[in-house]
């Protein structure tokens, strides 16, 4: 119709750090609904390559980890040609926009975050200023590419509200420069514990292997970790408090089989913990088959990962630059000398 501007179409934006290979954790939390989700908005995808120096890398190592999780990006069946897949060190306007939103940051804001807190206790020997204003770069991930939903796991709220505050600040101080983001948290998923110890989050620097599954683990070393899965001593599949082992693996199986809590119950009346983990192991590694097959196809055609790698930083740059050149503009940085 005359004069009225079409709905324009949501954006999605996340991001996932090269710091590791990643885990089911990361699979089930956050990259098989990014690739849902691409399907039916504009998304940009990212390898948080600056996020994962906050941790001391060995630089042979790292470079292999960025390289593996970018493959793993298109494996999981994003589509170049329709999201911007791309590095995040390749585009300089996430640490530019940062180092201005830095700025719009209270230092006590950043010292209530959790992740910090706790990273910061495990890493006691370097707890770097990049650790501490890490949420101020994610918020800058997010901002310049005006997303409207960024797809996360659980612990990733808080950075999302931090984002969101930030947004709104610098929002009511220049005008509308930034979309206001919302997270989308799944209902399942969002916080796959260790098998080891469920009482924490499956994560890919626990220093027991036999805690996660990394996404590139073979079948028969995902059916072993299933197999020494902690549990309890109910010998009952059914959802319940105290029994985060068995809830971990109910919400697993559920999440790779589409099945409900009540359906899994139902299905394993009267069976043993033995026949519901391999079950559950069985279930992962159908899940994870395809993704693993494509990514050793894109392994080893490491040119074509290289082309795709520079054009998404092209994309990714002329929209980053267009939100960061508004915001600098705003704030009052000299353009040009009249
Ligand atoms: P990262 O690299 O730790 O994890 C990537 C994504 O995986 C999710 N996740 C999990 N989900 C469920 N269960 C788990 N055990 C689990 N472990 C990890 C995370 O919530 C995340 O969604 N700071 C981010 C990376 C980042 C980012 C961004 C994300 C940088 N910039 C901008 C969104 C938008 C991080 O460290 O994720």
Redesign the pocket.
């Known amino acids: 119709m005359e004069n009225q501007t079409p709905e324009r179409k949501k954006k999605i934006?996340?991001?996932?750090?090269s710091?590791g290979i990643?885990?089911l954790?990361?699979y089930?939390?956050?990259?098989k609904n990014w690739n849902l989700l691409a399907q039916e908005f504009d998304g940009a995808f990212a390898v948080?390559d600056l996020?994962a120096i906050t941790v001391r890398q060995n630089p042979a190592e790292f470079r292999q980890h960025t390289k593996e999780v970018f493959a793993l990006l298109l494996a999981i069946g994003l589509d170049p040609e329709k999201s911007v897949v791309f590095i995040q060190s390749q585009v300089p306007q996430h640490a530019q926009l940062a180092w201005v939103l830095s700025c719009y940051t209270q230092f006590g804001e950043m010292s209530r975050m959790t992740q910090f807190k706790d990273k910061s206790a495990s890493h006691a020997d370097n707890v770097n200023v990049g650790l501490f204003t890490?949420p101020v770069?994610?918020a800058a991930?997010?901002l310049l590419y005006q997303a409207d939903l960024?797809?996360?796991?659980?612990?990733?709220k808080q950075?999302l509200e931090i984002a969101r505050d930030i947004a709104s600040r610098f929002n009511g101080i220049y005008g509308n420069v930034f979309t206001i983001p919302d997270a989308y948290i799944p209902k399942q998923?969002?916080?796959?514990?260790s098998l080891a110890d469920p009482t924490k989050?499956?994560?890919k620097s626990d220093p027991n292997p036999k805690g996660y599954i990394s996404i590139f683990d073979k079948p028969d070393v995902i059916m072993k970790k299933f197999k020494s899965a902690v549990t309890d001593s109910e010998a009952h599949v059914a959802v319940g408090e105290g029994k985060d082992g068995v809830n971990n693996l109910i919400g697993i199986y559920s999440c790779c089989t589409g099945l409900t809590a009540e359906q899994i119950e139902h299905d394993f009346e009267g069976k043993g913990y033995g026949d519901f983990k391999a079950a559950v192991g069985e279930a992962v590694i159908e899940q994870l088959r395809p993704v693993r097959e494509k990514y050793e196809l894109l392994m080893a055609d490491g040119a074509y990962l290289n082309d795709v790698a520079k054009k998404g930083a092209q994309t990714a740059s002329h929209i980053a630059e267009r939100t960061l050149s508004k915001a600098m503009k705003k704030v009052g940085f000299l353009q040009e000398i009249k």
Do not use: E
């Open positions: 934006l996340s991001c996932i750090q710091s990643p885990t954790g990361n089930l939390g956050a990259l948080a996020h890490y770069l994610m991930d997010i960024v797809p996360v796991g659980a612990d990733q950075h998923g969002a916080r796959i514990m989050k499956m994560s």
